[in-house]
């Protein structure tokens, strides 16, 4: 791990530590940084699913269209 010394917002720093249940200023700050990357993965994934079915090339009616389905 790599050791860095930045000066960080207390009130952004508290306001995340409780939204996340961490401890730790160290353990908010990594929770924090993994959960910024999964947020952007998600909406990558999520714009190229809408491409993929605005192309075309994915039909959503398929996945609800399920006998049995609960809705």
Do not use: C, Q, W, Y
């Not at 990594?30 to 699913?49: F, G, P, Q």
């Amino acid at each position: 791990m790599t050791k860095v010394l930045i000066d960080i917002d207390d009130n952004a720093l508290n306001r995340a530590s409780d939204a996340l249940g961490t401890k730790t200023k160290k353990d908010t700050v990594n929770t924090a940084l993994k959960e910024a990357v999964i947020s952007r993965d998600r909406a990558v994934a999520l714009a190229e699913m809408r491409d993929l079915v605005a192309d075309g090339a994915f039909d959503l009616d398929l996945l609800s269209d399920k006998p049995g389905h609960r809705t």
